[in-house]
């Protein structure tokens, strides 16, 4: 599974590197990637000791709202509530979303930057 696309897919994930499987790796340092590859989330978001989240309060008719990660030592929000796997990407494949994120910086050292896009919606 690569990137999802469809009538509003931002400029982000049209110029990502697609991430399809475990196998592939980032073109450079600081590149841009995507992917809906779930193996490739937790293994991004493992090595970073991420837990998946939710925001507390955007939630809707009892499913998870905005998807997130809780990094250890870094948003330490009393907003952010700890979720499943499974309730993550059965929240994430059920919006399309697409995870836009980077491996490394530009300089090489581990990046934690993330954030999910809808190919169908302007304001995911």
Known sequence: MSG????????????????VSLAD????????????????????????KAKPATIAGTERDGRAGVLTFDFPGYRQSRRL???TWNEWFKTFDERRLNLIYQEQLRNGR???????????????
């Open 110 to 124: 581990p990046s934690n930057f993330f954030r999910t896009e809808s190919p169908d919606r302007e304001d995911a």
């Open 25 to 48: 790796q980032p073109e450079r340092p600081g590149r841009s990637l995507v992917t809906t590859n779930h193996e490739v989330i937790q293994r991004w978001a493992r090595a970073r």
């Open 81 to 83: 509530r700890p979720i």
């Open 4 to 19: 999802r696309s469809g009538p509003t897919s931002g400029r982000s994930v049209r110029s990502s590197q697609q991430i």
